[in-house]
């Protein structure tokens, strides 16, 4: 329950309770709160890892360094032979470059040392080669007094044996896999990739291609929306396309929720006499929520077919493109086992503060959601800008943006006023 939202819902009949318009959080959390994250897990190459989700915490078997070893390159003495101001002559006993291992340091010498070598025995600081002066009998002179563990990068300081350095849950990016690759793990459990099937609908959609006849259009979702699932790590099919008919999408939605872990269709969740999808949902599943106060996407549907999750959304490509980035992505996450604020994967987006550089006029009921990108001005200053069409149909707002900028409920902007904006690098990724 979710204030006064029931866990059920009708559709729009005029027998039955009318579905309420929920707000962009409510539907967040609705659906977050409703996730079934995959169980099944696997085991890969740490090489092909990138984009997994961590199955297990890993922990590391060594410390990282393995050994003190030398920050810089120059010479290795002990603290001990410098404790006073001035030039002190040493012997350079020997010399260490990094991958060697060095003899114990004899009392009144120095070893010459170079960056990732480990300290010889007896040695407990590094001074710099620039500070030093080689004699031409071979010794070194380096002023003193020397810091004791100057220019040592001490055992353990970066990782200790024994601790979590990767935690389950956690989407894996590439400076993963390099500190699990320090630690010397050469393989890692992941959850399995979660499998969406795409279900297209609508008499008008054709495939790419394909000549087109007077009234119909490409079917542009299908491919936008396969880009953003893969773009996920997610695995995905098409459940192909079925026309404006009760039976067929009746038949296409069973046969996708039997395949797959998450359906998406796309059209045929609004109230229009050709959509049929959210009563299909309604007769083979049962529907949840309908209808989000958001501009772009308020027919957004969400369900069950047996126990495989449905999520409906709306036909038109930027409204599609929104509520995915603001309901889906979130709940594609956490399918994947990804827990949140780790790995850098928030389920909610983040935002950030910047200037407009615009005005948006007309203050509506629903929360809007313009495509926009940032620009530098003359003087230095970011401000956002939006796309000058701002329609659901325009998927080239979508291409030319870089985010999109929030209009809260009942809200005007000004230029110069202070705006939200979602980077796609959050809402895409």
Known sequence: MIGSVTTRYASDGCDHEPAPILSVEQVQRYLIERVLPVAGKEVVATETALGRVLAEDQRSLMNIPGADNSAMDGYALASRDIERAGEFRLVVSQRIAAGQVGQPLAPGTAARIFTGAWLPPGA????????????????????????RGAHVRRAGED????????RRGTRLRAQDLGLAASVGLARL???????????????EL?????????????????????????????????AGWVPDD???????????????????????????????????????????????????????AFGRIGATPFLGLPGNPVSAFVTFCLFVRPFVQRSQGIVCGQGGADTVPR???????????????????????????????????????????????A???????????????????????????????
């Open 206 to 238: 054709v495939e790419p291609g394909a000549a087109l006849r007077p009234g119909q259009i490409y079917n542009s979702n299908l491919y936008m929306l396969a880009g953003l699932l893969q773009g996920l790590g997610c695995e995905w099919f098409s």
């Open 246 to 300: 009760p039976t067929q999408t009746h038949e296409a939605l069973a046969r996708a929720a039997e395949a797959a872990d998450l359906v998406i269709a796309t059209g045929g969740v609004s109230v229009g006499e050709e959509d049929h999808v959210k009563a299909a949902i309604r007769d083979i599943g049962h529907l949840d929520l309908w209808r989000v106060a958001v501009k772009p996407g308020k027919p957004l």
């Open 124 to 147: 407990d600081t590094v001074a710099m080669q620039e500070h030093c002066r080689i004699e031409p009998d071979g010794t070194v002179v380096i002023p003193g007094p020397v810091t």
């Open 399 to 429: 291409a030319w943006a870089e985010g999109l900028v929030e209009v809260p409920e009942g809200h005007t902007v000004a230029h110069g006023q202070t705006v939200r904006f979602f980077p796609f690098s959050e809402l895409l990724s």
């Open 351 to 397: 935002s950030f503060p910047v200037v407009a550089g615009f005005e948006w006029s007309g203050a509506k009921k629903r929360r809007e959601y313009l495509r926009a990108r940032l620009r530098l001005t003359e003087n230095g200053a970011t401000i956002v800008e939006i796309y000058p069409n701002q329609s659901s149909a325009a998927l080239t707002s």
């Open 159 to 166: 990782i200790a044996a024994g601790v979590c350095i990767l």
């Open 189 to 203: 459990p992941v959850f399995r990739r979660l499998r969406v099937a795409l279900l297209s609908t609508g008499n």
